[in-house]
């Protein structure tokens, strides 16, 4: 049992260091700038807010 015990022990010791290291290696989770080089684009969006299409509903609108 005692060497059940010391077998965990060193189990979570080797997963604690080996997080640590590669939290330190990975940068602590940050994330580099996305660099873009193209130009942006809507795709196929609609060039006005999906709002806007029902002004006529919402109440206190000039649309009404």
Do not use: N
Not at 15 to 42: F, I, N, Q, Y
């Amino acid at each position: 049992m005692e060497l059940l015990v010391v077998l965990v022990f060193g189990l979570v010791i080797t997963a604690g260091t080996a997080t640590v290291r590669a939290m330190l290696k990975d940068g602590h989770g940050h994330t580099p700038v996305v660099r873009s080089t193209e130009s942006w684009t809507a795709g196929s969006l609609p060039s006005e807010p999906y709002t806007a299409a029902l002004a006529w509903y919402l109440p206190g609108s000039p649309a009404q």
